[in-house]
């Protein structure tokens, strides 16, 4: 069974930085490239990030390139966003998602259950 | 960008009743070198994560009811629920991975009338 668990959310002041973790288990994690999605409260979904399953390709969404970072430690079964300078409208639930297949560009087949992200003073 | 516009915002259906909703995007997700739309559907449950329903714009995903249907190509497409059930109020949202960055449409709810 596909499992996908995010850390490492919390509150923040603007400014500040945090990195969330998310665990995967039930595939071959190496194989897959996986992606963050966010959604402010009561609002609806934005992709933030990609990362192949190699690792060496990542893409970002304009609203946080330069201050978000992704990466991956197959070792560990683990993808990380990076988040520096975070502002209030990055408060968000972050979920982690599977996607279909090794490259970028595919679908989301599986979500975690989200951790909320809170930037304010 | 390619921006997903959905309709309506909201629909209300009688339980068994057929729903339909749309998603128009900005620009062609059809990928002419395999011929596959790169137009997925999600459905969201309150305090849930999105759920996976539908990809390639009409595939449906493993374990998913056969009610759940997807249609459409290039600009153009519809999500179909045969038959309403109560389990099936949800926000639902199409998603492009066409192109860079992925979009995701604001999202149809669907209650029941």
């Known amino acids: 069974e596909v499992q996908l668990l995010e850390s490492g959310g919390g509150l923040v002041q603007p400014g500040g930085s945090l990195r969330l973790s998310c665990a995967a288990s039930?595939?071959?994690?190496?194989?897959?490239?996986m992606s963050w999605v966010r959604q402010a409260p009561g609002k609806g979904l934005e992709w933030v990030s990609v990362i192949s399953g190699s690792g060496g390709s990542t893409h970002y969404a304009d609203s946080v390139k330069g201050r978000f970072t992704i990466s991956r430690d197959d070792s560990k079964n683990t993808m990380y966003l990076q988040m520096n300078s975070l502002r209030a409208e990055d408060t968000a639930v972050y979920y982690c998602?599977?996607?279909?297949?090794?490259?970028?560009?595919?679908?989301?087949?599986?979500w975690g259950q989200g951790t909320l992200v809170t930037v304010s003073s | 960008d390619i921006v997903l516009t959905q309709s309506p915002d909201s629909l209300a259906v009688s339980l068994g009743e057929r729903a339909t909703f749309n998603c128009k995007s900005s620009q062609s997700v059809l990928y002419s070198s395999n011929n596959k739309n790169y137009l997925a559907w999600y459905q969201q449950k309150p305090r849930q994560p999105p759920k996976l329903l539908i990809y390639w714009a009409s595939t449906r995903e493993s374990g998913v009811p056969d009610r759940f249907s997807g249609s459409g190509s290039g600009t153009d497409f519809t999500l179909t629920i045969s038959s309403l059930q109560a389990e099936d109020v949800a926000v639902y949202f199409c998603?492009?991975?066409?192109?860079?960055?992925?979009?995701f449409g604001p999202g149809t709810k669907v209650n029941i009338k």
């Open positions: 039930g595939f071959t994690f190496s194989s897959y490239a």
């Open positions: 998602a599977k996607n279909s297949g090794s490259n970028c560009y595919s679908h989301f087949d599986y």
């Open positions: 998603q492009q991975y066409f192109s860079i960055p992925f979009t």
